[in-house]
Every structure is written in C-alpha cells, then in structure tokens.
C-alpha cells in the first residue's frame, strides 16, 4: 500500500480564498483524522471519520472549517474563507478503528498570505 | 485520556543510548502506553507500545514501571537520523475515539 496520501502538498493562497485539502486513507482503515500543526499549538486534532461518518468534531476552529468524507477512500478538509492564521501543516490519519495505530500522510503546508 | 509530561529537549552523541521518560500518573486501568516519532516536515510515526514491564522491537524499548505512572523509551546506539520529535501518548486500548499530542521531546543526535 502507498500508505496516506494527501494533496496537494504545498498550498500558497491569499487571504479569503477557499482551500480545499485532499486524503485518501490507506485502503481497509475505517477511520480517519485530521490534524493541524504549528509551532505555538503543537498537533492538534481537528476532526475525525469511522466508516465515513464524523464522530468529533469539537477540534474544528469555527465555521469556515468543514470536512467530508463521501467514500471510503476519500475526504476533504475545506477552509472558506481562509486566514493568515490558517497557516500551518495540515495531516492527515487512518487506522483500522478509532484507538489503533494511526498511519499519518506526508502533510499539506499551506500558507494564507 | 491521561495527561502526559514529557521533557521538551534532548542531546545525545552519535552511538549513545537514550532514554526519554514521560509521566502519566492519571493513567487508568485499561490505558496503553504508546510512542510516536516526528521527523521534520513528515507525520507522526508510530514507534511503540505497551501496557506493563517491557516491550522491545526492532527499533526501540519501553519500560513500564509496576505502578504505570511512568515510562522510559530507550533508543539503543542512536544515530544522526534519530533526530527528531518523540511523542509519549496514553490511549484506551481500543475503545478511544481520538490522541492528543502532547509537546513532545525534541532529541538532537550530534556527531
């Protein structure tokens, strides 16, 4: 298996432009988590997914946060409109269930100018 | 989920062996031990994890205490690309819904 993938890996956007992060998780893993890493907060949970369904989502800043997973093999994690203090590394998890060994993806920097 | 403490830095040298302790002392009945590694610009990777006494695999060692209220990872001869952030977490075996990191121990491994 290709392990997580996530794109794109590196985002450059300005201020108040939607953006719009991709993962497919590693095939067979029935959940899914996304985390936020800067250096002030460290990595943060923000939401995550059991067989396509989002469990907690008490992680998510605010309203211009959403996240979808449609499939098994697909979710999304949307900011809009974005901000400066956006900028951070997004990532994103899989396991087999909630509590195992989470196999994290490369990462998506994004910057919010 | 236990509360974890950690030390924020580490140096060792090139074939050393280092030992990381973190503190758990909130630590339930049912909680394991587990540690994740962070290289720069990657995502966490999991490391190792235990309940009580010792575990080893091929990369590293965890001691549990008989109280569980600590535990010590030890990397045994590190190496310049063991330089990176360690992460000790306290997880309900199979039955949470989610980790939080905390700080982590940044260890740097010089020649």
């Known amino acids: 298996d290709a392990g997580v993938i996530q794109s794109p890996r590196h985002e450059v956007t300005e201020m108040g432009q939607e953006v719009t992060l991709r993962c497919k998780p590693i095939?067979?893993?029935?959940?899914l988590f996304w985390y936020r890493q800067t250096m002030m907060r460290g990595l943060e949970l923000l939401i995550y997914?059991?067989?396509?369904?989002?469990?907690?989502d008490s992680g998510m800043p605010e309203d211009r946060f959403s996240a979808k997973m449609p499939n098994a093999s697909f979710s999304t994690l949307k900011i809009q409109p974005s901000e400066p203090r956006d900028s951070a590394v997004y990532f994103c998890?899989?396991?087999?269930?909630?509590?195992?060994?989470?196999?994290f993806g490369p990462g998506t920097r994004l910057t919010v100018l | 989920l236990a509360k974890t403490t950690q030390p924020i830095s580490m140096d060792s040298y090139e074939g050393q062996e280092v030992n990381i302790t973190c503190s758990h002392n909130?630590?339930?009945?049912?909680?394991?031990i587990t540690w994740y590694q962070q290289f720069p610009s990657q995502g966490p990777r999991f490391i190792i994890q235990g309940y009580k006494t010792k575990v080893t695999n091929e990369v590293a060692s965890l001691f549990i205490p008989a109280d569980r209220k600590s535990s010590t990872l030890s990397l045994p001869r590190v190496s310049l690309s063991d330089t990176a952030v360690y992460y000790c977490l306290v997880v309900i075996a199979h039955n949470t819904d989610k980790l939080i990191f905390g700080t982590g121990t940044r260890l740097q491994v010089f020649p």
């Open positions: 095939s067979g893993h029935n959940s």
């Open positions: 997914f059991n067989n396509n369904v989002p469990i907690d």
């Open positions: 909130n630590i339930a009945t049912n909680d394991y």
């Open positions: 998890a899989s396991s087999f269930f909630a509590g195992d060994t989470q196999y």
